[in-house]
């Protein structure tokens, strides 16, 4: 098993080009999430989705916009890139287990440089 | 505002020693606790979940929860050069997703 799968590993934007992050999992989680991770502020929940066909917003939604393909697909896609969206993007996807999140598994990341 | 609290450090220990990583968090119904580690360039993996009180214990790693102090802490016996990394704490209350703390990074001197 892959686990989950994020493309690309790494992109160079420019300011106002718009791009789709892919995350793929192969465990059969029903809950599927995006952060972002910058240096001294942790990892931030972008959008989540709790089951295919929900989508949520996060802590710093603002910029971003998700789609849960089908139960094994949750993409990212900013329209209109900004430098201050310069991270790295990590997905990852849980269970649940009588309404209780379970363990979260990480992708390797994506990491996102605008210029 | 749901908080996750972690001293940045760094905190560094000689190899052998026991390392001692704490974590505070403000939502007192939080049911579910994680502890993450993170290499650099690297995305986080898990090294224990817990989710009663006490004490849980993996291999050289031990987790505690006191929720009435809403205090979790991670040991690490016997550190190694390959324990330096940042380590997450993380926080639900059980239906929404993981809070993190910003991580405290370890440094283990051989």
């Known amino acids: 098993n892959a686990g989950v799968t994020q493309t690309p590993k790494f992109q160079v934007l420019k300011t106002g080009q718009s791009m789709t992050l892919q995350c793929a999992q192969d465990m059969n989680h029903n809950s599927m999430y995006w952060y972002r991770q910058d240096p001294g502020m942790g990892l931030r929940l972008i959008y989540y989705s709790a089951s295919e066909g929900t989508t949520d917003k996060g802590e710093v939604p603002n910029g971003y916009n998700v789609s849960r393909l089908n139960k094994r697909e949750f993409s990212l896609r900013l329209e209109s890139a900004a430098p201050s969206q310069t991270s790295v993007y990590f997905c990852?996807?849980?269970?649940?287990?009588?309404?209780?999140?379970?363990?979260?598994?990480f992708g390797p990341g994506t990491r996102l440089l605008v210029l | 505002q749901k908080e996750v609290e972690q001293n940045s450090g760094p905190l560094s220990v000689p190899e052998g020693a026991i390392a001692s990583l704490n974590c505070t968090y403000s939502?007192?119904?939080?049911?579910?606790f994680f502890w993450y580690r993170q290499y650099s360039g690297k995305s986080p993996e898990l090294i224990m979940s817990i989710y009663s009180n006490g004490d849980k214990e993996d291999g050289r790693f031990t987790a505690q929860l006191n929720k009435a102090s809403q205090y979790v802490s991670l040991l690490i016996r016997d550190s190694q050069p390959s324990d330096s990394a940042t380590y997450l704490c993380a926080v639900t209350p059980g239906n929404t997703p993981l809070v993190f703390g910003k991580g405290t990074r370890l440094s283990v001197i051989a």
């Open positions: 939502d007192r119904v939080s049911q579910s």
């Open positions: 990852a996807s849980s269970e649940r287990t009588g309404g209780r999140i379970e363990t979260q598994y």
